[in-house]
C-alpha cells in the first residue's frame, strides 16, 4: 500500500461514514400550514361583514406567509388611496410577522427609525394571520380610521381562531 493510501483511505472513510448514518433529508424539512383562495376569501368575508356592520367601506387585503396578494377586495365607496394602503399593510404583517400597530406605536414613541424600515406602512389595519404560532399571511384593510380598520382585519383574522 502506498504512502498516499495508507493516509487518504482512513480519511475518506470517516467522511463516508456520517453521510451515510445521516437522516434522509426530506426528515429534516419543515412542515408548515399555507393560506389558499378559500380560506383567504373567508377571512376577507369576515371582514367585509365587520365592516358593514359599523357602516364603513374598505379595501382589504389578503396576502400569502411571503407577502404575495392572494385576495383582495374593494368596498363601493372606498377612497382610491386605501387600495394600495390595504396591500401595504397586509403586506407589512406578514413580512415583518408583527400587526402594523407594533410599529405604529413604536412611531408615536418616537422612534422613527421604523420610518427606514423597507416596505413598511406603520398605520394600524394590518393584522398577522397566524394558525397557532405560525404566521401563514397578512390581512390589511384601509379606508376608515386607523382603529376602525385594525377592528376589520382582526374580524377577518380572528375566523382562524374559531
Same mark, same amino acid.
Request: net charge negative; no cysteine; proline share 2%.
Given at each position: 500500500m502506498s504512502r498516499l493510501t495508507y493516509w487518504l483511505a482512513p480519511l475518506l472513510l470517516a467522511l463516508a461514514i456520517p453521510a451515510a448514518a445521516a437522516p434522509p433529508l426530506k426528515t429534516q424539512l419543515s412542515q408548515r400550514t399555507v393560506l389558499n383562495l378559500a380560506a383567504a376569501e373567508r377571512i376577507a368575508a369576515a371582514a367585509a361583514a365587520k365592516a358593514r356592520a359599523d357602516g364603513l367601506n374598505v379595501a382589504i387585503a389578503i396576502v400569502d406567509e411571503a407577502g404575495r396578494l392572494l385576495h383582495f377586495q374593494r368596498m363601493d365607496g372606498?377612497?382610491?388611496?386605501?387600495?394600495?394602503? $390595504? =396591500? &401595504?399593510?397586509?403586506?407589512?404583517?406578514?413580512?415583518?410577522?408583527?400587526?402594523t400597530a407594533f410599529h405604529q406605536k413604536l412611531l408615536g414613541d418616537g422612534n422613527a427609525v421604523v420610518l427606514g424600515l423597507p416596505g413598511i406602512t406603520p398605520i394600524e389595519g394590518g393584522v398577522r !394571520?397566524? !394558525?397557532?404560532?405560525?404566521? =401563514? &399571511?397578512? =390581512? &390589511?384593510?384601509? &379606508?376608515?380610521? @386607523?382603529?376602525?380598520?385594525? $377592528? =376589520?382585519?382582526?374580524?377577518? @383574522?380572528? !375566523?382562524?381562531?374559531?
Open positions: 372606498t377612497p382610491n388611496s386605501s387600495v394600495e394602503v $390595504a =396591500i &401595504g399593510k397586509a403586506v407589512h404583517a406578514a413580512n415583518y410577522r408583527r400587526d !394571520l397566524r !394558525l397557532g404560532e405560525q404566521v =401563514i &399571511g397578512g =390581512i &390589511g384593510v384601509s &379606508g376608515a380610521q @386607523a382603529a376602525q380598520d385594525g $377592528a =376589520i382585519a382582526q374580524a377577518g @383574522a380572528d !375566523l382562524l381562531h374559531d
